[in-house]
């Protein structure tokens, strides 16, 4: 099969429960905003493909299955993250304070040079907001990441802050592929797809004994 | 954010070890409430991968406190019979001993040369650390197993990653080369046709004995059971193995006139045999080796990248995908009982009600296993070293089997390094595994003098690896106890890690359990890519008619 897009990213979605994670997945993969089947359907990762600067990049975006509700996200979650979107809710001070902590779990958990942007989402609802943008933006220069205000409902941004995480990404990894780093790599990903051809034969191709 | 669990599921499981975790991803696959609880705040049991420091300074405890209401109507959780034991760690390396790294971007570093000299280390040298600094400071790289496992790339646990598509979780490396300990030095063991031509410590005859041994034992190939392999064909059960049904493999092997150098690799470390395993064992061993070759990798075994507790979490991941509730470190105290009727899970002064609990073996309730003692543990060692056993160009993923010495039993050892993503560069990690003799040091005494050089005078730059770190533990071993035989029907026990090299008895176990609760219902079936699944009126015809299109990225 003939590859499709030029670099493939796994991104993830961090944040409280409830900020409005798995909406934002859904507002740039499928753009939409629906909010009955969320809470039925477990959403595991969701794909687009886009264009960037000339190269299609195949954004591979994480959901966390609510496993942020008791704070129990796998440690398998965050192998192989390139870039992490932190969400709080600007209409919900906690999740904002709690921006920390899961700073703090990322940084135990992911590769030390994941790119990270935040967000403040739910921006449409100005009449019950709780966090200022002065000070999403102050935390954001606090962290030195990049800082997006977004609505998955009316669609306010929700492109722009995964097209300027992606843009970062691909910065970092291009002069990264000048320099030359040896990650652990060469893993197999087992799929169905797999040949499934009948184990080498001991006889099969012999031809001395 | 809300932090009440909700008060009623139709599944609680307790406990996050392997078996736990697959039950809880059957159960919520098949649209099953389930509550997945832990009292630790990790996931994994006796099954976890832990970085450096939180193994280094672990207690092993189960983190459950006696509820201090002593009701008759509580079965508590508080019990620590089956938790690991003797754990002990130790450096092998003085506190200020340096090494000198080539290149100061820390990723990067290459071990260029070692000071013995502290002083002069810390006076000229700004690219110095300290081997144990170096160690601690690269603490969260590593992965380190409390029981790790190697997978048959055609094993029952692979397939039914790869059907029930739980390998996106995860991905998996090929273990690249399997040596032996024989006449006293590591001796590559051939295991597929080339490495049988291309190995110069076997002969043109013994090349010959072997293949023709090897390709007998392939050519029964649509028999895969222990049992069937004796009837899947009839001629070559007559010809080569009627006489040979009530002896050893041992004896199978001298009588096909394999010479002393091979029976040691077909039987040690081919078939995982000792010299009493029966012949039908040994042959369905051999096959089951031979089966899983040539579909990833050079040998038949895989091992789960970053350690094998991510397997655990997989399982995990999809049982959240699927509606499952997670919370881990919580304050469970027992199962409520109703009428002499299990019906609740005490979570701190929370009850919350289901219909079946499955419980990790070191949640047991001393009620329900009063009659059952472990006899049998598993020793374990765990050793950092400088360098690999066997050093070549390429980084290798190693087993070594080990063969009994002197009544004792087998030892396997897995080596691995910083590619398989369980340790930083420049260090190897050591894995110890044998059926417990006496205990874990003096089990692993013999193997640990032949391989490694514990006394540190200097690093080693040729000859025995270093052993900087060790620590050794002990496991029991569970999985022969007959854990489900109590009076409370909806109360269902898994056991810990086995000795088996990989996770097929466990898959077996655990789907037994699952079909005990809920029977006729699909264990694990495929579930759906994200991009199969479409939202709108056509949501429920495509979820099962589909072709694999898109795989997470390596
Ligand atoms: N007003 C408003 N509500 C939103 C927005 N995004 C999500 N929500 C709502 O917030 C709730 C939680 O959203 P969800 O995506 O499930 O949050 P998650 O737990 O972080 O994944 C749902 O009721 C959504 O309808 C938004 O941009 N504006
Ligand atoms: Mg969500």
């Known amino acids: 099969m003939a590859k499709t897009y030029d670099y493939l990213f796994k991104l993830l979605l961090i944040g409280d429960s409830g900020v409005g994670k798995t909406c934002v997945l859904f507002r740039f993969s499928e753009d939409a905003f629906n909010t009955t089947f969320i809470s039925t359907i477990g959403i595991d990762f969701k794909i687009r493909t886009i264009d960037l600067d000339g190269k299609k990049i195949k954004l591979q975006i994480w959901d966390t299955a609510g496993q942020e509700r008791f704070r129990t996200i796998t440690t398998a979650y965050y192998r192989g993250a390139m870039g992490i979107m932190l969400v709080y809710d600007i209409t919900n001070e906690k999740s904002f304070e709690n921006i920390k902590n899961w700073i703090r779990n990322i940084e135990e958990n992911a590769s030390a040079d994941v790119e990270k942007m935040l967000l403040g989402n739910k921006c449409e609802l100005e009449e019950k907001r709780q966090v200022s943008r002065e000070r999403g933006e102050q935390l954001a220069i606090e962290y030195g990441i990049k800082f997006i205000e977004t609505s998955a409902k009316a669609s306010i941004r929700v492109e722009e802050a995964f097209f300027t995480l992606a843009r970062d990404i691909k910065t970092k990894m291009e002069k990264k592929l000048k320099e030359a780093s040896n990650p652990p790599k060469g893993g197999h990903q087992l799929r169905a797809s797999e040949p499934q051809k009948k184990p080498t034969s001991w006889l099969s191709r012999c031809t001395l004994l | ?554």
């Open chain 2, 1 to 554: 954010m809300d932090n009440e669990l909700p008060s009623e599921f139709d599944l609680i499981v307790v406990g996050t070890g392997l078996t736990e975790s697959i039950i809880s991803a059957a159960a919520s696959r098949i649209g099953k409430s389930v509550l997945h609880i832990d009292s630790n705040d990790y996931y994994g049991e006796q099954w976890a991968s832990f970085n450096f420091k939180s193994l280094h300074n672990c207690t092993f405890s189960n983190n459950i406190k006696k509820h201090t209401e002593n009701s008759s109507d509580l079965l508590n959780f508080n019990n620590d019979s089956f938790n690991i034991r003797n754990f002990s760690a130790e450096w092998h390396v003085p506190e200020k001993i340096g090494i000198y790294c080539k290149n100061d971007d820390s990723k990067n570093r290459q071990i260029e040369s070692v000071i013995n000299d502290s002083l002069k280390l810390e006076e000229n040298n700004e690219n110095s650390v300290f081997l144990r600094e170096e160690i601690l400071n690269n603490s969260r790289k590593f992965n380190i197993d409390l029981m790790p496992k190697l997978h048959f790339a055609r094993g029952d646990f692979i397939e039914l990653l790869i059907s029930s598509n739980i390998a996106r979780y995860a991905e998996y490396k090929s273990v690249s080369r399997i040596l032996t300990w024989l006449n006293n030095q590591i001796e590559a063991v051939p295991c597929s046709r080339s490495d049988v031509f291309a190995n110069n410590k076997v002969s043109v005859i013994e090349k010959r004995i072997l293949m023709k041994l090897l390709s007998l034992v392939d050519k029964n190939d649509n028999t895969t059971g222990k049992y069937t392999i004796l009837w899947g064909n009839l001629q070559w059960y007559n010809s080569y193995f009627l006489d040979s049904k009530d002896k050893t493999f041992l004896e199978f092997l001298k009588s096909k006139k394999l010479t002393t150098n091979l029976i040691h690799f077909v039987l040690y470390a081919i078939s995982q045999g000792t010299d009493s395993t029966s012949c039908i064992d040994g042959m369905a061993n051999t096959k089951r080796f031979l089966n899983s070759l040539g579909r990833f990798g050079k040998t038949p075994f895989l091992f789960s990248m970053y350690g094998s507790g991510e397997t655990t979490q997989a399982f995990c991941r999809l049982s959240a995908v699927f509606g499952g509730i997670f919370a881990l470190n919580q304050p469970i105290a027992g199962l409520k009982l109703d009428n002499n009727r299990v019906t609740s899970l005490l979570n701190g002064s929370q009850e919350i009600k289901a219909e079946h609990f499955v419980l990790n073996i070191e949640k047991a309730p001393v009620e329900l296993v009063n009659n059952l003692k472990v006899t049998d543990y598993i020793s374990r060692a765990v050793l950092i070293t400088n360098r690999s056993i066997m050093p070549s160009e390429q980084e290798h993923l190693t087993l070594l089997i080990y063969p009994p010495e002197d009544k004792g039993n087998s030892v396997t050892l897995i080596e691995m390094g910083h590619l398989t993503g369980t340790c930083p560069q420049n260090f190897y990690l050591v894995h110890l595994i044998t059926k417990q003799q006496s205990n874990p040091k003096d089990d692993f005494k013999h193997v640990v003098a032949n391989l490694f050089e514990s006394n540190y005078t200097h690093l080693q730059v040729d000859g025995k690896p270093n052993m900087l770190w060790a620590c050794y533990f002990s496991i029991p071993n569970t999985s022969d106890l007959k854990l489900n035989d109590n009076d409370h029907l909806n109360v269902h026990l898994c056991d810990g890690p086995d000795l088996d090299l990989d996770y097929d008895y466990t898959v077996k176990k655990a789907k037994d359990i699952f079909q005990r609760i809920y029977p006729d219902i699909e264990f694990l079936p495929r579930a759906p890519d994200p991009d199969e699944i479409i939202f709108g009126e056509e949501e429920q015809s495509k979820l099962n008619d589909v072709c694999i299109s898109e795989t997470p990225p390596k």
